[in-house]
């Protein structure tokens, strides 16, 4: 079933956008662009003198196109396979709905983590090639995207499972980063909240998947090229409600 999860997603021709465009970049920055090393751990592309890209810069640009193009695709394979006519000759078969769910993460997980891989291996290997050096804390920062695809399509994956529509599920992805951006940061955002106040958000800030908790971690492992194991998981509980309450009603949606 993952093979089958995995397939449909490489067939999704916008989710394949994120590894294209980042192989065009690169394509294009050796044709039009000079790079030079920032240091040993960064580097500065440069197009024209008034157009240049360090490093930190292009993984914030990165980041907001990825996100803009989960938004968009992620949600398109389980919206047609929860559609009746789908969902009933797939459970017609010897699958059961626990096979189909927990492959259907999976899958998403598998392919997402592949295409960071590919991202972060060909501007590995253009920063090598034209600034002689590995950028570590850039690549591990792209590596580390996978986890808040996993935190989106935790939201997706229950606003699909509850409505069956697409359009849902995109504004759904859209709302989140905000909302958990503010409940991460809730505390330094509101220091003057009460106790109550500040006890909620605490609870919301685990039991909504936690995308505030993944940008953070990008954003450390790209100052400082080290994983906080802690932010990691906060990022992966944050995703258990979601994904718990999406295989629950599932199992008991008739389609």
């Known amino acids: 079933m993952i093979r089958f999860t995995m397939h449909q997603l490489f067939k999704n021709s916008i989710l394949l ?5 980042a192989i065009t970049f690169v394509l294009i920055a050796l044709i039009f662009g000079s790079t030079e090393a920032a240091g040993n751990n960064s580097f500065v592309i440069t197009f024209t003198d008034n157009i240049s890209l360090d490093s930190s810069m292009l993984t914030v640009q990165s980041f907001s196109i990825i996100w803009l193009i ?11 396979n929860l559609q009746p006519e789908r969902a009933s000759l797939l459970f017609s078969k010897p699958l059961s709905r626990t096979d189909f ?12 983590s592949l295409y960071a891989l590919i991202t972060a291996l060909v501007f590995g290997l253009y920063a090598g090639m034209t600034a002689s050096i ?16 996993l935190a989106l399509y935790a939201a997706i994956s229950l ?28 505390d330094e955002l509101m220091p003057a909240s009460g106790g109550m106040l500040k006890a909620i958000a605490g609870v919301l800030n685990y039991t909504i998947p936690s995308t505030g908790a ?12 080290s994983l906080e194991p802690a932010l990691a998981a906060h990022v992966l509980i944050s ?10 009603v599932m199992t008991k949606k008739e389609f």
């Open 134 to 149: 590995f950028p570590v804390s850039f690549l591990k920062a792209i590596l580390c995207i996978p986890l808040y695809m």
């Open 17 to 21: 956008a994120w590894p294209i465009l």
């Open 239 to 248: 995703t258990l409600p979601f994904f718990l309450l999406s295989y629950y």
């Open 214 to 225: 993944a940008q953070s971690l990008i954003s450390k492992v790209l100052n400082t090229a």
């Open 70 to 80: 989960a938004m968009v695709s992620l949600p398109t394979h389980l919206v047609e």
């Open 159 to 186: 606003m699909v499972v509850l409505t069956e529509s697409y359009m849902a599920s995109v504004f759904v992805v859209f709302a989140l980063q905000p909302i958990s951006m503010v409940l991460f940061s809730f």
């Open 101 to 112: 769910f927990i492959s259907d993460i999976a899958g998403v997980f598998i392919i997402t």
